[in-house]
């Protein structure tokens, strides 16, 4: 009898002990989590994204309305960054219209106008970045250009400064420092953000 008794106690926890092993096992599978793969990186040729800007400026005397448009150009060479990314080059075209809306001023940039200025790295494999209004002062409206990195998370570029005079003609030279005025040369900004920076 006491034998028996043994037995049945031994067969009792030799169940459960099982139950509780593939319990545990259970449970651990649970938990194993499985790794989400990375986005594989964008195949072909990249671009920046295309962008617009708009501001009003009192000028000799009357408001003039600056336009500024980026836009990437299919037709000029790529250039290829650190990375070996493929990259459009861009062109900015420069607009600035009397208070009447007729044109004062009207020029589209490409790298090749600022080749006297960037005859290094830049030059050769970079790509024109930026192009922003400066500021006014005396007979001439003054802003920034830059050629540098194609790399959006890059800070690398060339400061360039563009200025026009009142009788619509074009002064390019090396930037020695950037103005504290100066806005932003290498915009991240959509335009809605920078009109809205400027009361617009």
Same mark, same amino acid.
């Given at each position: 009898m006491r034998h028996s008794f043994l037995f049945f106690l031994?067969? #009792?926890l030799t169940i459960t002990m099982v139950?509780?092993? /593939?319990? /545990? +096992?259970?449970n651990d599978q649970n938990i194993i989590t499985k790794m989400v793969p990375k986005p594989a990186p964008p195949k072909g040729t990249q671009q920046l994204s295309s962008f617009e800007y708009k501001r009003v400026? +009192?000028? !000799? *005397?009357?408001?003039?309305?600056i336009r500024i448009k980026r836009f990437a150009d299919k037709t000029l060479p790529t250039t290829t960054d650190e990375d070996g990314k493929k990259y459009y080059d861009n062109k !900015?075209?420069?607009?600035?219209?009397?208070?009447? *809306?007729?044109? @004062? @001023?009207?020029?589209?940039?490409?790298?090749?106008? @600022?080749?006297? @200025?960037t005859n290094n790295t830049y030059g050769k494999n970079g790509i024109l970045i930026g192009f922003m209004y400066d500021k006014v002062e005396g007979n001439t409206i003054k802003f920034g250009a830059?050629? *540098?990195? &194609?790399?959006p998370n890059s800070d690398e570029y #060339? &400061? !360039?400064?563009?200025?026009i005079n009142n009788m619509g003609e074009i002064a390019i030279s090396n930037s020695s420092a950037l103005d504290l005025n100066?806005?932003? !040369?290498?915009? /991240?900004k959509t335009e809605a953000e920078l009109a809205e920076e400027d009361g617009m």
């Open positions: 031994l067969m #009792v139950s509780s092993c /593939k319990e /545990k +096992e259970t400026v +009192e000028w !000799i *005397g009357s408001s003039y309305t !900015i075209t420069l607009e600035i219209l009397r208070k009447d *809306g007729t044109t @004062f @001023f009207h020029h589209t940039f490409s790298k090749s106008d @600022f080749s006297a @200025f830059s050629v *540098g990195s &194609p790399n #060339v &400061p !360039i400064d563009v200025v100066r806005e932003e !040369i290498n915009p /991240k």
